[in-house]
């Protein structure tokens, strides 16, 4: 006769792992809580992997700031010397491309609009002898490439054959065209040209150019404005 097989007396009743039928029922509630956590974190988990593997993956959103101060020379030409801030916010690998920059100026009074094109990028480098400022040719228009860890601020040229101002109020707007976007970036300004401003560069030649700023409150009280608008420097 075969011999029967009993449990040994020191392994629990039911399969291995699982409480014992005559577990009490706060521990048995703790494990299946422990079971559901689990697998609760390993869900949110996923679901932050694929979160962050979309967000590398998406589109830089791309933000335009202009300077405080824009600077004129005019002569046969005018020349506006613009130098925005462009950068993104967002965490991704992928790069933005601004493949053009246009400048558009309007007369408030109705004048004829100029026609300005961006001629080339430079930089500007400071004479302590003179106390100003010397302007260098950088490169030609090209392509400018905008991520987190590399933000852009450009010394923009921007050229208008044949056109000077005249005095009074002018609408600006800098268009940015992106690679990765049918609509363009567009950032406004305005820009008032006072009497004394035209006398002032008709007065100079084309190689001198003039500071324009907009953070200046005695020059926004004194040309009555009623937001922050590019005017003649007294500094």
């Not at 422990?34 to 998406?58: D, E, K, M, P």
Request: with cysteine; aromatic share 8%.
């Amino acid at each position: 006769m075969g011999v029967s097989e009993n449990p040994s007396a020191d392994e629990p009743e039911g399969a291995a792992g699982e409480p014992p039928p005559d577990a009490p029922a706060p521990k048995k509630r703790f494990e299946q809580a422990q079971g559901w956590i689990g697998t609760l974190v390993g869900v949110v988990a996923l679901g932050l992997s694929i979160y962050n593997l979309l967000a590398l993956q998406q589109e830089p959103a791309v933000e335009v700031a202009l300077p405080h101060i824009i600077r004129i020379a005019q002569g046969k030409d005018t020349w506006l010397y613009l130098q925005p801030t462009l950068s993104t916010r967002v965490k991704t690998e992928r790069v933005e491309v601004v493949t053009q920059i246009e400048l558009e100026l309007r007369p408030q009074n109705g004048g004829k609009r100029p026609a300005f094109f961006w001629d080339e990028t430079g930089s500007f480098s400071y004479n302590a002898a003179s106390h100003d400022l010397t302007y260098q040719r950088v490169a030609d228009p090209s392509p400018l490439l905008v991520s987190q860890t590399a933000p852009q601020q450009p010394l923009l040229l921007f050229n208008a054959v044949g056109w000077n101002f005249a005095e009074g109020r002018y609408v600006g707007t800098l268009v940015l065209h992106r690679e990765s976007s049918r609509q363009p970036l567009r950032k406004r300004f305005c820009l008032v040209i006072s009497k004394d401003a035209v006398s002032i560069m008709r007065k100079a030649d084309q190689y001198k150019f003039h500071d324009f700023r907009d953070d200046v409150p005695a020059i926004q009280r004194e040309l009555g404005l009623p937001g922050s608008c590019y005017a003649l420097s007294p500094v």
